[in-house]
């Protein structure tokens, strides 16, 4: 009879759990039935199993026993005195064919659906067991065993006795011969157990009897196990005795069912223990920098435990991997703490949900593939991976990483992945990058009054613009409500402020006596941020002794060979330390092109240090990058207003301040100095007026004609005419605090110019939308008229109605009259008798309706668009060029020059349920290589809109931009714009040219 299993089930219900009952020599109907009582029954009515499934395997031991002796070289046996049975005539098996059967039986899908099988075996179904496990790993086969348990089974050789029954399993009148076993078959067994011991995940219960003759306590216990003390477990009873049961509460069912439940319950425990180990150590990383940032512990678990929408940075099953960039102070690492600690309890509570996975990038193994193979080992669950600090190794590795994890959640739908770092040009706008969002302003407000213990002490309208924005980063947030608990005084004006309180607070508790490591701790910073703010190789910095004692600070920590600050505000401080200390000059950082890694050590050294050297410092950056000195002052220098303090200086020395400050501007700015700084046309810096009244001081330039000094004291009752302007703030004491003044100053004035679209005219289309406009004007029609305007109805009326008026105003701009006359007298001297519309105007005489686009065929409005775009293109480039000379490697559009400006135009549609939409247009700039000296214009006409850009072209774009601009990449960034056009009316290339000056501007803080 072949190897056959029968079910045993409790309902049709599903289990995930299956025993699997393999019989010895002995009848398969006895073997676990005994006085009516069966061990399946016991099982399956047993409670403390929940659901349960027993599967019993039958075979005819008569042909085992004949193969078994047939292997000992036993060829005859007597059975009495003139007969003899032949062994291995008739039919007959082995063990091995019958670890094959049950292979056979438990690869079927009714087994395989279960997730948790155990094996018993009782004598020599242990070594079917054993020998159907053992070859499993042998051959590298998966499957869901669980554990094995045996019972008497003969490991390590059998008595006398055991042949004795062999062969009465055959003939119950067989003489028992002498022999001894043939120990072939059990060699190889233990040989393969030893070989496979250490990988085998599975856990073993050998159970022998007390009062067995056939198999003994030493070969019920295979030689693998180490300790006959604790590596076998007695029943009562003989051989088949021990399986003798009454009831649940045998000693052998109660012993053999522990052990069950033990393996089944053997994940579950695991599971639990590696969630509470993962739990325990990501709640101590996460608590201990909440501590280094000031927090007490209370705080910090209180935070812990409150709720967030992280959601948005999950991946989902359309997006199966997300690259979550968190710029500084935004709490990456809280909120990746607070994921993982979500998916722990998801773990905890889904029998079906893995552990999930946390592992910084720097201890990811380069074979990713090989690695994740390891872990996803069922397509049927779901399997998360969170891979931190990708911004801590090199570019080459985040980008093999992030390649690989790519290929993987292509390969496993059942992947999830999370890869976090700072912003890197590599993340920029590819499709998997998911930003980090700032904090409500009112879970910003709870916070900092949280930590501050107050109540609804502080509300956003009383914070300075600068605070609102930085609170919104929780690291900000709990900064300013530590401030106001430390200090308990007025709030800071700006994020230096901020940062120089963060600084005291990291190293108050850090004692820094020795000047050798604060020298070190100066390179280090120093040789960090000159390389993108990244981890340094520990040679460079020290001997073994030397990084040890940067170690030992506390400050600094240690991986895979490089070391770093524990947090970047250390980074700065030192590196701001080192600039102060001359360990490097403003000069090197400029000459390296260094500048936009130094911005927040630049701010904590405006912010901290002496005031001359910060002068010094802020000469040299403003005379070279006066775009990036903006920047820095804007996040350096408090805002006015919110402190009563009284500067220190007196009215005169305000005054030199001022002047000296004004005048580094004005060489910087060159040729946009003559239209925004009080300059006359030498471009001498103008003589000032400042009156100082308590906190508040008052400062004018003069106008006159008088032979004044350069600073003199004004009061109140000025003179309008010569002083005309009067500006007026409290400055405070705050160190440099003149250099915000003067800034401000030149800002407003070039604000109000840029929003007026007033700059003197230095471009052809600009000028030509101006003259057209003002023939409109004098022709009284509207902005949207573009037919052709004979010349000569333009001559008449100028003699009959504006013989006498000197300006025209138009658009809010006055042009003289001589301007416009010039323009007509150059018309005629071409032989132009009508004056035309500078753009492609409308070629439809009678719409149908009265939209402003009405007059124009799709293929018109699509013309116009080009004409357009094109000239705003270079209406932009000569704008910049002529006026903005040391801003423009500032100015994303022209940095980008140039460039492909790439998109689709969209006709007018209509919609029977809402308005008509006018003409749109989606559109990107996509760098050149620089050899190229022309712009390119490439927009189709498309049907039907889409709203959603494509990732994989913002992608391209931000390859191209670090291929071609290698230099600006890290704060260029790729932007895709969609847009109804305006682009009507009588001067819609000026409005487009001012509009991206505008934006280039404001992103430099040189508009408000």
Request: hydrophobic content about 40%; overall charge negative; charged content about 25%.
């Given at each position: 009879?072949?190897?056959?299993?029968?079910?045993?089930?409790?309902?049709?219900?599903?289990?995930?759990?299956?025993?699997?009952?393999?019989?010895?020599?002995?009848?398969?109907?006895?073997?676990?039935?005994?006085?009516?009582?069966?061990?399946?029954?016991?099982?399956?009515?047993?409670?403390?199993?929940?659901?349960?499934?027993?599967?019993?395997?039958?075979?005819?031991?008569?042909?085992?026993?004949?193969?078994?002796?047939?292997?000992?070289?036993?060829?005859?046996?007597?059975?009495?005195?003139?007969?003899?049975?032949?062994?291995?005539?008739?039919?007959?098996?082995?063990?091995?064919?019958?670890?094959?059967?049950?292979?056979?039986?438990?690869?079927?899908?009714?087994?395989?659906?279960?997730?948790?099988?155990?094996?018993?075996?009782?004598?020599?179904?242990?070594?079917?067991?054993?020998?159907?496990?053992?070859?499993?790993?042998?051959?590298?086969?998966?499957?869901?065993?669980?554990?094995?348990?045996?019972?008497?089974?003969?490991?390590?050789?059998?008595?006398?006795?055991?042949?004795?029954?062999?062969?009465?399993?055959?003939?119950?009148?067989?003489?028992?011969?002498?022999?001894?076993?043939?120990?072939?078959?059990?060699?190889?067994?233990?040989?393969?157990?030893?070989?496979?011991?250490?990988?085998?995940?599975?856990?073993?219960?050998?159970?022998?009897?007390?009062?067995?003759?056939?198999?003994?306590?030493?070969?019920?216990?295979?030689?693998?196990?180490?300790?006959?003390?604790?590596?076998?477990?007695?029943?009562?009873?003989?051989?088949?005795?021990?399986?003798?049961?009454?009831?649940?509460?045998?000693?052998?069912?109660?012993?053999?069912?522990?052990?069950?439940?033990?393996?089944?319950?053997?994940?579950?425990?695991?599971?639990?223990?590696?969630?509470?180990?993962?739990?325990?150590?990501?709640?101590?990383?996460?608590?201990?920098?909440?501590?280094?940032?000031?927090?007490?512990?209370?705080?910090?678990?209180?935070?812990?435990?409150?709720?967030?929408?992280?959601?948005?940075?999950?991946?989902?099953?359309?997006?199966?991997?997300?690259?979550?960039?968190?710029?500084?102070?935004?709490?990456?690492?809280?909120?990746?703490?607070?994921?993982?600690?979500?998916?722990?309890?998801?773990?905890?509570?889904?029998?079906?949900?893995?552990?999930?996975i946390s592992i910084n990038a720097a201890q990811l193994d380069n074979d990713?593939?090989?690695?994740?193979?390891?872990?996803?080992?069922?397509?049927?669950?779901?399997?998360?991976?969170?891979?931190?600090?990708?911004?801590?190794?090199?570019?080459?590795?985040?980008?093999?990483?992030?390649?690989?994890?790519?290929?993987?959640?292509?390969?496993?739908?059942?992947?999830?992945?999370?890869?976090?770092?700072?912003?890197?040009?590599?993340?920029?706008?590819?499709?998997?990058?998911?930003?980090?969002?700032?904090?409500?302003?009112?879970?910003?407000?709870?916070?900092?009054?949280?930590?501050?213990?107050?109540?609804?002490?502080?509300?956003?309208?009383?914070?300075?613009?600068?605070?609102?924005?930085?609170?919104?980063?929780?690291?900000?947030?709990?900064?300013?409500?530590?401030?106001?608990?430390?200090?308990?005084?007025?709030?800071?004006?700006?994020?230096?402020?901020?940062?120089?309180y963060m600084i005291e607070n990291a190293l108050e508790k850090v004692e820094?006596?020795?000047?050798?490591?604060?020298?070190?701790?100066?390179?280090?910073?120093?040789?960090?941020?000159?390389?993108?703010?990244?981890?340094?190789?520990?040679?460079?910095?020290?001997?073994?002794?030397?990084?040890?004692?940067?170690?030992?600070?506390?400050?600094?920590?240690?991986?895979?060979?490089?070391?770093?600050?524990?947090?970047?505000?250390?980074?700065?401080?030192?590196?701001?330390?080192?600039?102060?200390?001359?360990?490097?000059?403003?000069?090197?950082?400029?000459?390296?092109?260094?500048?936009?890694?130094?911005?927040?050590?630049?701010?904590?050294?405006?912010?901290?240090?002496?005031?001359?050297?910060?002068?010094?410092?802020?000469?040299?950056?403003?005379?070279?990058?006066?775009?990036?000195?903006?920047?820095?002052?804007?996040?350096?220098?408090?805002?006015?207003?919110?402190?009563?303090?009284?500067?220190?200086?007196?009215?005169?020395?305000?005054?030199?301040?001022?002047?000296?400050?004004?005048?580094?501007?004005?060489?910087?700015?060159?040729?946009?100095?003559?239209?925004?700084?009080?300059?006359?046309?030498?471009?001498?810096?103008?003589?000032?007026?400042?009156?100082?009244?308590?906190?508040?001081?008052?400062?004018?330039?003069?106008?006159?004609?008088?032979?004044?000094?350069?600073?003199?004291?004004?009061?109140?009752?000025?003179?309008?005419?010569?002083?005309?302007?009067?500006?007026?703030?409290?400055?405070?004491?705050?160190?440099?605090?003149?250099?915000?003044?003067?800034?401000?100053?030149?800002?407003?004035?070039?604000?109000?110019?840029?929003?007026?679209?007033?700059?003197?005219?230095?471009?052809?289309?600009?000028?030509?939308?101006?003259?057209?406009?003002?023939?409109?004007?004098?022709?009284?029609?509207?902005?949207?008229?573009?037919?052709?305007?004979?010349?000569?109805?333009?001559?008449?009326?100028?003699?009959?109605?504006?013989?006498?008026?000197?300006?025209?105003?138009?658009?809010?701009?006055?042009?003289?009259?001589?301007?416009?006359?010039?323009?007509?007298?150059?018309?005629?001297?071409?032989?132009?008798?009508?004056?035309?519309?500078?753009?492609?105007?409308?070629?439809?005489?009678?719409?149908?309706?009265?939209?402003?686009?009405?007059?124009?065929?799709?293929?018109?409005?699509?013309?116009?668009?080009?004409?357009?775009?094109?000239?705003?293109?270079?209406?932009?480039?000569?704008?910049?060029?002529?006026?903005?000379?040391?801003?423009?490697?500032?100015?994303?559009?022209?940095?980008?020059?140039?460039?492909?400006?790439?998109?689709?135009?969209?006709?007018?549609?209509?919609?029977?349920?809402?308005?008509?939409?006018?003409?749109?247009?989606?559109?990107?700039?996509?760098?050149?290589?620089?050899?190229?000296?022309?712009?390119?214009?490439?927009?189709?006409?498309?049907?039907?809109?889409?709203?959603?850009?494509?990732?994989?072209?913002?992608?391209?774009?931000?390859?191209?931009?670090?291929?071609?601009?290698?230099?600006?990449?890290?704060?260029?960034?790729?932007?895709?714009?969609?847009?109804?056009?305006?682009?009507?009316?009588?001067?819609?290339?000026?409005?487009?040219?001012?509009?991206?000056?505008?934006?280039?501007?404001?992103?430099?803080?040189?508009?408000?």
């Amino acid at each position: 009879m072949a190897l056959n299993l029968l079910f045993h089930k409790q309902s049709e219900t599903p289990s995930d759990n299956l025993i699997v009952l393999i019989h010895g020599l002995g009848a398969p109907n006895s073997t676990w039935t005994h006085d009516g009582v069966s061990w399946i029954d016991l099982f399956l009515t047993d409670d403390t199993f929940g659901s349960l499934d027993v599967a019993e395997i039958t075979y005819d031991t008569t042909h085992l026993a004949n193969g078994i002796l047939s292997l000992m070289g036993i060829k005859k046996i007597k059975l009495g005195r003139f007969k003899r049975f032949t062994v291995g005539k008739g039919p007959y098996t082995t063990i091995e064919i019958l670890a094959r059967e049950l292979k056979r039986e438990l690869d079927s899908k009714k087994v395989k659906q279960y997730k948790n099988v155990v094996l018993i075996g009782h004598s020599m179904g242990g070594l079917v067991a054993i020998r159907y496990i053992l070859e499993e790993f042998e051959n590298n086969q998966s499957h869901n065993i669980k554990g094995m348990i045996s019972l008497a089974t003969p490991y390590n050789g059998s008595s006398f006795a055991l042949y004795s029954q062999l062969i009465k399993s055959i003939n119950r009148h067989a003489q028992i011969p002498s022999l001894e076993p043939n120990s072939a078959f059990l060699d190889e067994t233990i040989r393969l157990w030893q070989k496979h011991l250490d990988k085998m995940n599975l856990d073993f219960k050998f159970f022998f009897g007390t009062e067995d003759t056939i198999v003994s306590e030493n070969s019920a216990i295979p030689h693998i196990v180490s300790s006959k003390w604790t590596g076998g477990i007695p029943l009562p009873g003989d051989h088949s005795g021990i399986l003798n049961v009454e009831n649940h509460s045998s000693v052998s069912y109660s012993h053999v069912s522990e052990a069950v439940k033990d393996f089944f319950d053997k994940d579950i425990v695991l599971k639990k223990k590696i969630i509470d180990e993962q739990r325990r150590l990501t709640i101590a990383k996460s608590v201990t920098r909440l501590k280094a940032n000031g927090l007490d512990r209370e705080q910090a678990l209180y935070l812990l435990e409150k709720t967030y929408d992280f959601e948005y940075l999950k991946p989902v099953s359309e997006k199966r991997l997300v690259v979550i960039v968190g710029e500084f102070g935004l709490g990456k690492s809280f909120a990746i703490d607070k994921i993982y600690l979500d998916l722990l309890i998801r773990a905890e509570n889904e029998s079906n949900f893995p552990i999930p996975i946390s592992i910084n990038a720097a201890q990811l193994d380069n074979d990713v593939q090989s690695y994740l193979e390891g872990i996803v080992v069922d397509q049927s669950k779901e399997f998360w991976i969170i891979v931190d600090g990708m911004d801590e190794v090199s570019v080459s590795i985040a980008s093999n990483i992030l390649e690989n994890m790519r290929i993987s959640t292509e390969r496993w739908n059942n992947l999830r992945v999370i890869l976090t770092s700072r912003p890197l040009s590599i993340f920029n706008n590819i499709s998997e990058t998911v930003y980090m969002r700032g904090l409500s302003q009112k879970a910003a407000l709870e916070l900092v009054n949280y930590i501050n213990h107050q109540e609804n002490q502080y509300y956003y309208h009383h914070l300075p613009k600068d605070i609102g924005i930085a609170i919104q980063r929780p690291l900000f947030a709990i900064l300013l409500g530590l401030y106001l608990t430390k200090k308990n005084s007025l709030i800071p004006t700006t994020s230096g402020e901020l940062l120089s309180y963060m600084i005291e607070n990291a190293l108050e508790k850090v004692e820094l006596n020795d000047s050798h490591i604060i020298q070190m701790l100066m390179n280090l910073a120093m040789v960090s941020t000159c390389n993108g703010n990244v981890p340094v190789k520990k040679s460079e910095i020290g001997d073994i002794m030397e990084v040890r004692n940067l170690l030992n600070t506390g400050i600094v920590i240690e991986e895979n060979g490089y070391i770093s600050f524990v947090l970047p505000i250390l980074n700065q401080w030192f590196a701001a330390k080192a600039l102060s200390e001359d360990i490097i000059t403003i000069n090197q950082i400029f000459e390296s092109s260094y500048l936009d890694y130094w911005k927040y050590p630049l701010v904590i050294l405006i912010t901290i240090f002496k005031e001359n050297k910060i002068d010094n410092i802020l000469r040299e950056i403003v005379e070279k990058d006066p775009g990036f000195a903006a920047m820095l002052i804007e996040e350096s220098i408090q805002k006015w207003g919110i402190h009563n303090e009284i500067t220190s200086l007196s009215s005169q020395e305000c005054g030199e301040k001022i002047r000296m400050t004004m005048n580094s501007w004005v060489k910087s700015l060159e040729i946009l100095a003559d239209i925004i700084a009080p300059i006359d046309m030498q471009r001498n810096i103008l003589p000032i007026g400042v009156n100082k009244n308590d906190e508040w001081l008052y400062t004018s330039w003069y106008r006159g004609r008088k032979e004044l000094t350069e600073i003199s004291i004004i009061d109140r009752s000025r003179n309008e005419i010569d002083w005309p302007t009067l500006r007026g703030a409290r400055p405070g004491n705050s160190s440099s605090w003149y250099w915000r003044w003067t800034l401000e100053e030149l800002r407003d004035n070039l604000t109000k110019l840029i929003k007026n679209n007033t700059l003197p005219i230095c471009t052809e289309i600009i000028y030509k939308e101006i003259m057209w406009s003002t023939t409109l004007k004098i022709y009284k029609k509207g902005s949207l008229y573009t037919k052709g305007i004979v010349l000569d109805d333009i001559r008449s009326r100028l003699e009959r109605e504006y013989k006498h008026i000197t300006e025209i105003e138009t658009d809010n701009k006055l042009v003289p009259i001589s301007m416009y006359m010039g323009y007509i007298e150059d018309l005629e001297s071409k032989g132009v008798r009508v004056i035309e519309c500078p753009l492609p105007g409308g070629d439809i005489d009678n719409p149908i309706d009265n939209w402003v686009w009405s007059v124009y065929s799709d293929e018109q409005l699509y013309m116009r668009t080009l004409k357009i775009y094109q000239e705003a293109i270079i209406g932009y480039k000569e704008l910049v060029e002529t006026f903005f000379p040391v801003l423009k490697q500032r100015l994303r559009k022209y940095v980008l020059y140039p460039f492909i400006l790439k998109g689709e135009f969209f006709p007018p549609e209509e919609n029977s349920k809402y308005l008509p939409i006018g003409p749109a247009m989606k559109w990107h700039l996509e760098p050149l290589p620089l050899e190229k000296k022309e712009a390119i214009l490439d927009i189709k006409m498309s049907r039907g809109r889409k709203e959603e850009f494509n990732d994989e072209d913002i992608y391209e774009i931000a390859r191209k931009i670090k291929e071609y601009r290698p230099d600006s990449y890290i704060w260029i960034g790729a932007n895709q714009n969609s847009q109804i056009l305006d682009i009507f009316g009588d001067r819609p290339v000026t409005k487009i040219i001012y509009k991206w000056l505008e934006e280039d501007l404001k992103s430099v803080d040189w508009i408000k």
